[in-house]
């Protein structure tokens, strides 16, 4: 009885415990799939994101729809970028009306609704800069703008752009500063397949709790079937 | 400079790995609060106020990546072993 309440108690408390560390906490993200040194403060802790780089661009626009509830424009010149969010009408037709949006730098420098490559090399900062948008006709927020490249392979930006290797993050809202999915937590840890932890490490932190389950569920099974515990 | 740098110019000054670094840069953090707590906290009450701290800035340290999250992980094995510990003795007695 003592055996099965403590190992009960310590199921629950770890679980809840755990529960309870907010997701931050476990650092960067490690699904963010970039070759380039990269402050992940900056791409991270949006709750929506759309990637493109030149690729992604057609007759020099770039068109993704239902981000954030409204559909977006990216254009470009080969040496300056802008952005825009449709106008429809009724909210279904769109007669190529556009409320573009204006690219405020870190340092509050309002760049105006054309960010050219020029502005952008002079804002980054080790090959990566963060603007906040903001539309100039509604005046709503429209999320930041993330521009980074491996400044180490293209010094300058053109270059970068050219070889397809200048990243554009759009991204919108703040990611909920949700506690830990616990169940996926706690399986990678039991499976020994936590993120970013040595398995010898996790095997010290999973045997424990093996040991907990098997013993409450060996304690519970004996219990309820009295001809196997004798 | 930011906090987060701090262990890589401390493990360069003194010559020796990262984690090294980290480590010892973490334990004079932590100590550097929990020691002058311990002494103004001379009666027994003081260990249940030094845990909550030790968690609070252990959380902190792991926020600003000078130590990993699977001692976060660990410590709170660790509590949950104790918490268990004391249930047990509530429930059962003992």
Same mark, same amino acid.
């Given at each position: 009885?003592?055996?099965?309440?403590?190992?009960?108690?310590?199921?629950?408390?770890?679980?809840?415990?755990?529960?309870?560390?907010?997701?931050?906490?476990?650092?960067?993200?490690?699904?963010?799939?970039?070759?380039?040194?990269?402050?992940?403060?900056?791409?991270?802790?949006?709750?929506?994101?759309?990637?493109?780089?030149?690729?992604?661009?057609?007759?020099?626009?770039?068109?993704?729809?239902?981000?954030?509830?409204?559909?977006?424009?990216?254009?470009?010149?080969?040496?300056?970028?802008?952005?825009?969010?449709?106008?429809?009408?009724?909210?279904?037709?769109?007669?190529?009306?556009?409320?573009?949006?204006?690219?405020?730098?870190?340092?509050?420098?309002?760049?105006?609704?054309?960010?050219?490559?020029?502005?952008?090399?002079?804002?980054?900062?080790?090959?990566? #800069?963060?603007?906040? *948008?903001? @539309?100039?006709?509604?005046?709503?927020?429209?999320?930041?703008? =993330?521009?980074?490249?491996? $400044? %180490?392979?293209?010094?300058?930006?053109?270059?970068?752009?050219?070889?397809?290797?200048?990243?554009?993050?759009?991204?919108?809202?703040?990611?909920?500063?949700?506690?830990?999915?616990?169940?996926?937590?706690?399986?990678?840890?039991?499976?020994?397949?936590?993120?970013?932890?040595? #398995?010898?490490?996790? *095997?010290? @932190?999973?045997?424990?709790?093996?040991?907990?389950?098997?013993? =409450?569920?060996?304690?519970? $099974? %004996?219990?309820?079937?009295?001809?196997?515990?004798? | 400079?930011?906090?987060?740098?701090?262990?890589?110019?401390?493990?360069?000054?003194?010559?020796?790995?990262?984690?090294?670094?980290?480590?010892?840069?973490?334990?004079?953090?932590?100590?550097?609060?929990?020691?002058?707590?311990?002494?103004?906290?001379?009666?027994?009450?003081?260990?249940?106020?030094?845990?909550?701290?030790?968690?609070?800035?252990?959380?902190?340290?792991?926020?600003?990546?000078?130590?990993?999250?699977?001692?976060?992980?660990?410590?709170?094995?660790?509590?949950?072993?104790?918490?268990?510990?004391?249930?047990?003795?509530?429930?059962?007695?003992?």
């Amino acid at each position: 009885m003592r055996g099965f309440v403590f190992c009960l108690i310590y199921i629950i408390g770890f679980a809840t415990i755990l529960s309870s560390i907010p997701a931050g906490l476990q650092g960067t993200e490690s699904s963010i799939e970039t070759v380039i040194p990269l402050d992940p403060r900056l791409i991270t802790g949006f709750s929506e994101t759309e990637n493109y780089s030149k690729d992604a661009f057609t007759a020099g626009s770039y068109e993704y729809d239902d981000f954030g509830g409204f559909d977006w424009i990216c254009v470009t010149d080969d040496s300056s970028f802008g952005l825009a969010r449709k106008i429809k009408f009724l909210g279904i037709f769109w007669f190529g009306q556009l409320d573009s949006c204006t690219f405020v730098a870190p340092d509050g420098t309002d760049r105006g609704n054309t960010l050219t490559f020029t502005e952008i090399a002079t804002d980054a900062e080790e090959g990566a #800069v963060r603007y906040s *948008l903001s @539309l100039i006709l509604s005046g709503d927020s429209a999320g930041s703008f =993330v521009i980074y490249w491996n $400044i %180490t392979a293209y010094p300058a930006i053109a270059d970068a752009w050219t070889a397809d290797e200048l990243y554009l993050l759009h991204g919108l809202g703040i990611a909920d500063l949700a506690t830990n999915n616990i169940g996926a937590l706690l399986i990678s840890l039991l499976l020994l397949h936590l993120p970013d932890v040595p #398995v010898l490490v996790n *095997l010290f @932190l999973a045997v424990p709790i093996w040991a907990c389950i098997v013993y =409450v569920l060996w304690y519970v $099974i %004996t219990s309820m079937i009295p001809f196997v515990g004798g | 400079m930011s906090l987060e740098d701090i262990p890589t110019y401390f493990s360069d000054f003194l010559d020796i790995s990262l984690e090294a670094g980290q480590a010892i840069l973490s334990i004079i953090v932590i100590l550097s609060v929990l020691l002058p707590v311990m002494i103004l906290l001379k009666n027994r009450k003081g260990i249940v106020i030094e845990l909550f701290l030790f968690v609070l800035i252990e959380s902190a340290l792991v926020g600003i990546g000078w130590l990993p999250f699977w001692l976060l992980i660990a410590t709170v094995a660790i509590m949950a072993f104790g918490i268990a510990a004391l249930g047990t003795n509530a429930v059962v007695g003992g």
